[in-house]
Nanobody
Framework: QVQLAESGGGSVQAGESLRLSCEVS????????ISWFRQAPGKERECVAA??????ANSYIDSGRFTISRDFAKNTVYLQMNSLKSEDTAVYYC?????????????????WGQGTQVTVSS
């Protein structure tokens, strides 16, 4: 059973940085596309960034501020978020898909974490 556990969320001031972690158990991160999504109150879930099995990474929101990376030794995927803005406030989820092609479509992801809250105050 593949499980994903997010951590690293919290409350910060605008302009600060956070690094979220997604620890994967029950599977190897290189066997999946792993992505970060976020959902703000009253809004649809949106894909922030994704990393393919090959290591190819794509940021779908403001690539200059959000960077996805992975650590094989820790079987963990990270989301580095810099220069945070109040509009980045949301619950952030990591998700894994047993696919080869990067996708931002939430419906194709097979496994989801519980989410971690990020609150940015202006």
């Amino acid at each position: 059973q593949v499980q994903l556990a997010e951590s690293g969320g919290g409350s910060v001031q605008a302009g600060e940085s956070l690094r979220l972690s997604c620890e994967v158990s029950g599977g190897i991160i290189s066997s999946f596309i792993i992505s970060w999504f976020r959902q703000a109150p009253g809004k649809e879930r949106e894909c922030v960034a994704a990393i393919a099995r090959s290591g190819l990474a794509n940021s779908y929101i403001d690539s200059g501020r959000f960077t996805i990376s992975r650590d094989f030794a820790k079987n963990t995927v990270y989301l580095q978020m810099n220069s945070l803005k109040s509009e980045d406030t949301a619950v952030y989820y990591c998700a894994a898909a047993d696919r080869w092609t990067l996708t931002y479509a939430a419906e194709v992801y097979d496994y989801w974490g519980q989410g971690t809250q990020v609150t940015v105050s202006s």
